[in-house]
């Protein structure tokens, strides 16, 4: 009958939905993900850097005080 036809329309709708809110969940899981890593790579690049100026910095100092 037309009404199961209806309710048939319906339920497919729901599932259609309800498959999209899980993919947009999985998607705004992986972009976290992702935000996090980049985050953890930005800190450790960071730290590197700091670690390299310090080098840097020390033989800067050892080459003027060999000048003297």
Known sequence: ???SRGLGDVYKRQVSI????EEI???EERNKLQI???YAEIS???KNSV???STV?????YS????R
């Open 44 to 46: 450790t690049q960071r």
């Open 57 to 61: 910095d020390k033989v800067l100092d």
């Open 1 to 3: 009958s037309s009404t």
């Open 36 to 38: 996090e890593d980049a």
């Open 64 to 67: 003027r005080e060999r000048v």
């Open 51 to 53: 670690e390299i100026k």
């Open 25 to 27: 969940i999985k998607f």
């Open 18 to 21: 309800r498959n999209t809110q």
